[in-house]
């Protein structure tokens, strides 16, 4: 079973993270994944930006949300290297308190996902923003080929959904601006092809 951060553990994380920032006119987060069709919190405004030095995996073990303990499922991550587009969405200064406590809470639950403050590149500026990137020498990180990835997103199912909805979610809220996912698109074509041979 994989240990989880305590509550104690979260907020000492979180208060260490946004103490490094002056926030007083708000707070942006970048959203690779669910957090870019599925935010879960209010803001400010949305843009699209580009985070270089990380692309987006699915390179973590889900116990819970895509997953079982008897048969994890895979989430995604942001792994060194590359690039990756995404969301910035800005939160307004009186809701960070209470936006990152579920951030937290959403984020944090055993400590691979890492916050971190990064430049992201938008059309017109660059914005300092948080973002959770995975720690690769965490138990639950995942470093599977796309061949490998495959059975465990086509078949695995959590408290959130399957695994293919989350793959196939990502994929179609990057295409709506415009955005190709080279290894998304490859995991999506290995996903197909075992569902093909298995008939479902």
Not at 95 to 124: D, N, Y
Request: glycine share 8%; hydrophobic share 35%.
């Amino acid at each position: 079973m994989i240990q989880m951060l305590s509550p104690e553990e979260r907020e000492k994380s979180r208060a260490d993270t946004l103490v490094k920032k002056d926030l007083s006119d708000g707070l942006w987060v970048f959203g690779y994944g669910s957090l870019m069709w599925n935010p879960g919190f209010p803001y400010l405004e949305m843009q699209t930006g580009i985070l270089e030095g990380y692309h987006r995996d699915f390179c973590i073990w889900a116990e819970f949300s895509r997953g079982t303990p008897e048969k994890p499922g895979l989430s995604l991550g942001l792994k060194p290297g590359g690039s990756s587009t995404g969301y910035l969405f800005k939160i307004s200064p009186e809701l960070i308190e209470k936006t990152t406590i579920e951030l937290w809470e959403r984020e944090q639950k055993t400590g691979i996902l890492m916050p971190v403050w990064a430049t992201v590149k938008t059309q017109s500026s660059e914005i300092e923003a948080l973002v959770f990137v995975v720690d690769t020498s965490h138990e639950k990180f995942a470093d599977l080929t796309p061949e490998e990835a495959a059975p465990h997103i086509l078949e695995a199912k959590g408290s959130a959904g399957t695994c293919f909805d989350y793959l196939d979610s990502t994929i179609k809220k990057l295409n709506d601006i415009g955005v190709t996912d080279d290894k998304l698109n490859l995991i999506m074509d290995q996903v197909l092809k075992l569902k093909a041979q298995k008939g479902s």
